[in-house]
């Protein structure tokens, strides 16, 4: 999410704002988000199958799913992921995970 942001600060305001409050987005933030978040998700699951293929090794899979993980599992994240998550092959993995392991930290 750092590289997607990086030199932009009003990108990194929205992903913050959309992060902690995914409807209190304004109708021009709210794409601005969406498309910093799927270019971020559509990244993490072409970590995963390389991760699957053993092109990518085990701890850095760790460290993807960890932060995929917790943006997926912030309250704007599990608000967006409920309207993206069918655009993803992974979405079962990743709602069985995060409904595991982040729900349960409530």
Known sequence: MQLICAGDAELNRIVIKGLKDYASLGETEKPQFIETFMAFVSFSQNAFYQWQEKALSPPLWVC?????????????????WKELAVFFTYQTITRRKISSEFHSKE
């Not at 960890?66 to 599992?73: A, G």
């Open 64 to 80: 993807w799913e960890s932060l995929v993980m917790n943006l997926l599992s912030s309250l704007g994240g599990k608000e967006l």
